[in-house]
């Protein structure tokens, strides 16, 4: 069973930044993408940001030129910087990870970290 463990949320002030990472059990290139999603009070989980095992990224428009994804392999770690930052940023953010592999599918999610953009 895969495991993707969050870390990096908080309160943050408008403006602010604030990085998450998500270190996954195991080799993160066995991925075929993985991806940051947000769920707001009220609102529908939504995908924020998205890096394919090739290294391609893409964002939502809500957060583009304001977010960066990477990743780290040889940590097996992926990380979403967030910087100037918005009130309506605030959510609970989750890690999600892909694999469409025949023999060896999954479809994994962190346990989430609350990011809170607030003076």
């Known amino acids: 069973q895969v495991q993707l463990v969050e870390s990096g949320g908080g309160l943050v002030q408008p403006g602010g930044s604030l990085r998450l990472s998500c270190k996954a059990s195991?080799?993160?290139?066995?991925?075929?993408?993985m991806g940051w999603y947000r769920q707001a009070p009220g609102k529908q989980r939504e995908l924020v940001a998205s890096?394919?095992?090739?290294?391609?990224?893409d964002y939502a428009d809500s957060v583009k030129g304001r977010f960066t994804i990477s990743r780290d392999n040889g940590e097996n770690t992926m990380s979403l910087q967030m910087d100037t930052l918005k009130p309506e940023d605030t959510a609970v953010y989750y890690c999600?990870?892909?694999?469409?592999?025949?023999?060896?599918?999954?479809?994994?999610w962190g346990q989430g970290t609350q990011v809170t953009v607030s003076s």
């Open positions: 999600n990870a892909r694999a469409y592999s025949p023999y060896d599918p999954a479809d994994c």
């Open positions: 195991r080799n993160i290139l066995s991925f075929n993408v």
């Open positions: 890096i394919i095992r090739g290294g391609g990224t």
